[in-house]
């Protein structure tokens, strides 16, 4: 006699069963009744939307955090703060001919920052900026090929 399955398989996906899926011959199937099915369908439903619940509460946690940095920026600029200056200096390393590399050093100048976590009213995190205070940016100015042949 073979003995049928009260769960669905596809709704037992990774799941253990309880024991009713390895009876003996000559015990029956347990009647769960008409519901068993809609449960299945409901479990599956769930487990499917699991990530999905997890995607939006990342999104929602991370504009969440960049508004409340907004605001308290605001709140900063409203009383004179939340902006300062920071001195940069540029580099630009253009490579020329014969693999040489010019480097090109621009006098240091004063940018514009804000105090805060991120970039907002187009203008960097002061933090940021002190980080990459000089950094060098490479210029290729070989013509655009589309292999590399070195």
Same mark, same amino acid.
């Given at each position: 006699?073979? #003995?049928?399955?009260?769960?669905?398989?596809?709704?037992?996906? =990774?799941?253990?069963?309880? =024991?009713?899926?390895?009876?003996?011959?000559?015990?029956?199937?347990?009647?769960? +009744?008409?519901?068993?099915?809609?449960?299945?369908?409901?479990? +599956?439903?769930?487990?499917?939307?699991? +990530?999905?619940?997890?995607? =939006? +509460?990342? #999104?929602?946690?991370?504009?969440?955090?960049?508004?409340?940095?907004?605001?308290?920026?605001?709140?900063? #600029?409203?009383? /004179? /703060? =939340? #902006? $300062?200056?920071?001195?940069?200096?540029?580099?630009?390393?253009?490579?020329?001919?014969?693999?040489?590399?010019?480097?090109?050093?621009?006098?240091?100048?004063?940018?514009?920052?804000?105090?805060?976590?991120?970039?907002?009213?187009?203008?960097?995190?002061? &933090?940021?900026?002190?980080?990459?205070?000089? $950094?060098?940016?490479?210029?290729?100015?070989?013509? &655009?090929?589309? &292999?590399?042949?070195?």
């Amino acid at each position: 006699m073979a #003995v049928d399955l009260a769960v669905p398989a596809e709704a037992m996906r =990774g799941r253990r069963s309880f =024991g009713d899926d390895h009876l003996d011959v000559d015990r029956e199937v347990p009647d769960r +009744g008409p519901a068993q099915s809609v449960i299945a369908e409901m479990a +599956g439903l769930l487990r499917d939307t699991r +990530g999905s619940m997890f995607l =939006g +509460g990342s #999104v929602l946690s991370a504009l969440t955090i960049w508004v409340a940095d907004w605001l308290i920026l605001q709140i900063r #600029v409203s009383r /004179g /703060g =939340g #902006v $300062d200056t920071v001195s940069v200096r540029h580099h630009f390393a253009v490579h020329i001919k014969n693999k040489r590399i010019e480097q090109d050093m621009q006098p240091l100048h004063d940018e514009e920052c804000v105090r805060s976590l991120f970039s907002h009213n187009d203008e960097q995190p002061c &933090w940021y900026l002190e980080k990459h205070a000089n $950094d060098a940016e490479d210029v290729n100015s070989s013509p &655009w090929r589309f &292999w590399n042949d070195q």
